[in-house]
C-alpha cells in the first residue's frame, strides 16, 4: 500500500529560524511528488513538483529536494507569513493521477 | 475568476438528508478530482473525471456518493442519506493535464460540510 508519513506534525519557529520538514514516501512506482501549502479554511495551494531523485527546485525562502525515499521542503529565514500547514503528495505510476497526501507539518512562526 | 469555484462554502444538513456540492473547475481543465479532508488530516481521493467521463471512483467510501461531470465541465457531488460520518471538507481539484500527465492540480476553498 502506498503511504506518505509527514515530519514533524507541528513546528513553532522564530522569525528568521531556518528549518527543515520531512515528507517520507513508500510506493510501487513515484510519477511526481508534490508540495503543497495550505491556509485555514483555504484550499491547498501548489508549491512544487519532484520527479526524480537528486532534483531540486526553490521559490523564495522555500527549498524542495528529493531522494528515493523522501522529501524535505527547507524554510531559509521564515517569516510570520509563512504559517501555514504544509501538505506533501505522491502521484504513483498506474493510478491516474490521483494524489495520495500525508496528514502535513502545521508550521508556525513567531515574531 | 480564474481559479477553481466551489459552492456552497458551507452546508449544514441533517442525519439522512441529501446534499449537493458543486465544482466550477479552472476553464479549459481536462481532468478534475474530487477530495475529502477530515479534520486535521490530508486530502482523501474520491474520484476522477477526464472530460465527461469518470475513469476513477475507487475512493468513494459508499454507494452513498455519486458524482457526474456531463458536459466536461461543472461537476456536482452528491451524498444521499447523510451521515454523521460524512461530515468533513469536501475539495475539488482540477487540471490541465490527461489522466497520466504530472500537471499540477489546482485546488478550490472546498465546501465543509456538517451533519446534525
Known amino acids: 500500500e502506498d503511504q506518505v508519513t509527514q515530519s514533524p506534525e507541528a513546528l513553532r519557529l522564530q522569525e528568521g529560524e531556518s528549518s527543515s520538514l520531512n515528507c517520507s514516501y513508500t510506493?510501487?512506482?513515484?510519477?511526481?511528488l508534490f508540495w503543497y501549502r495550505q491556509d485555514p479554511g483555504k484550499g491547498p495551494e501548489f508549491l512544487f513538483t519532484?520527479?526524480?531523485a537528486g532534483e531540486e527546485k526553490e521559490k523564495e525562502r522555500l527549498k524542495a529536494t528529493l531522494t528515493k525515499k523522501e522529501s524535505f521542503l527547507h524554510i531559509t529565514a521564515p517569516k510570520p507569513e509563512d504559517s501555514a500547514t504544509y501538505l506533501c503528495?505522491?502521484?504513483?505510476?498506474?493510478?491516474?493521477?490521483?494524489?495520495?497526501f500525508g496528514t502535513g507539518t502545521r508550521l508556525q512562526v513567531t515574531l | 475568476g480564474a481559479g477553481v469555484s466551489q459552492s456552497p462554502r458551507y452546508k449544514v444538513a441533517k442525519r439522512g438528508q441529501d446534499v449537493a456540492l458543486r465544482c466550477d473547475p479552472i476553464s479549459g481543465h481536462v481532468s478534475l478530482f474530487w477530495y475529502q479532508q477530515a479534520l486535521g488530516q490530508g486530502p482523501e481521493f474520491l474520484t476522477y473525471?477526464?472530460?465527461?467521463?469518470?475513469?476513477?471512483k475507487s475512493g468513494l467510501p459508499s454507494d452513498r456518493f455519486f458524482a457526474e461531470r456531463p458536459e466536461g465541465s461543472v461537476s456536482t457531488l452528491k451524498i444521499q442519506r447523510t451521515q454523521q460520518e460524512d461530515s468533513a471538507v469536501y475539495l475539488c481539484?482540477?487540471?490541465?493535464?490527461?489522466?497520466?500527465?504530472?500537471?499540477?492540480?489546482?485546488f478550490g476553498d472546498g465546501t465543509r460540510l456538517s451533519i446534525l
Open positions: 481539484a482540477s487540471s490541465a493535464g490527461t489522466g497520466h500527465s504530472n500537471q499540477p492540480q489546482h
Open positions: 473525471f477526464q472530460n465527461e467521463a469518470q475513469l476513477d
Open positions: 510506493v510501487s512506482g513515484l510519477r511526481g
Open positions: 503528495a505522491v502521484q504513483v505510476t498506474g493510478t491516474a493521477s490521483k494524489l495520495t
Open positions: 519532484l520527479y526524480s
